[in-house]
């Protein structure tokens, strides 16, 4: 069975701390993504990385790097987390250059910042 | 930029009903079109991939059709259960494989 995992379901952090989300695939993908989703805003991409050390900024980069140092790992990291990072984060891998480009996601990571 | 639409919002139906969820988009190079659920305060589970080549895909209850041309997809659920009851969300692929553009879901009740 394939499988997105995301370390944490829930996470309550300080104002200014640095946060790190992971997320770990099985599928030998070679995209995978991050999403922040809130209500009323839908999803909305934050980095994408298609290939280990590669990445590419989504719509809404600002206060998020992001690492990726082997295929299988993701890394979000929060520099300097802030109220209004407070969210649901989503985890997801997809293949490339393929027919069936089937996308999966992580269980997610609610994400409070007090 | 592409764009997806998903109508209505929200739908309840009583048990039994089939139902037909829509997805519309403003681009119609697509590479692939993928339906999820998801279930509150969880991530999203994929339900059916189409391929921008194929006009439809089934999964037991559940039917997906593609028309490229006319930018739509419906999503098609036979004899409702109450756990269907999930926000339904589609997303189009594009050819460069990296990004994903999600509608804003169709949140479904079935009540018993």
Redesign the interface.
């Given at each position: 069975d394939v499988k997105?995992t995301?370390s944490s379901r829930y996470l309550v952090k300080r104002t200014g701390e640095k946060v790190f989300l992971e997320c770990v695939q099985d599928m030998d993908h070679e995209?995978m993504?991050w999403y922040r989703q809130d209500p009323g805003l839908?999803?909305r991409?934050i980095y994408?990385s298609?290939d280990v050390k590669m990445k590419?900024k989504?719509d809404i980069p600002e206060g998020y790097s992001v690492s990726r140092e082997k295929k299988e790992r993701f890394s979000l990291i929060l520099e300097s987390a802030s109220t209004n990072q407070t969210s649901?984060y989503?985890c997801?891998s997809?293949p490339?250059?393929q027919?069936?480009?089937?996308?999966?996601?992580?269980?997610?990571t609610?994400l409070t910042v007090v | 930029k592409q764009e997806v639409t998903q109508i209505p919002a929200a739908l309840s139906v009583p048990e039994g009903e089939n139902l037909v969820l829509n997805c519309s988009f403003t681009d119609s190079a697509i590479y692939n079109l993928q339906w999820f659920r998801q279930d509150p305060g969880k991530g999203l589970t994929s339900l059916l991939l189409i391929q921008s080549s194929q006009r439809e895909q089934t999964s037991g209850r559940l039917n997906a059709s593609l028309d490229k041309s006319s930018g739509r997809s419906t999503l098609y659920i036979a004899a409702s259960q109450p756990g269907d009851s999930a926000t339904y969300l589609c997303a189009v692929q594009l050819y460069n494989f990296n990004k994903f553009y999600f509608g804003s879901g169709t949140k479904l009740n079935v009540k018993p």
């Open positions: 997105v995301q995209n993504f839908g999803l991409l994408f298609y590419e989504g649901m989503l997801a997809s490339t250059g027919a069936n480009t089937e996308a999966f996601f992580g269980q997610g609610r | -």
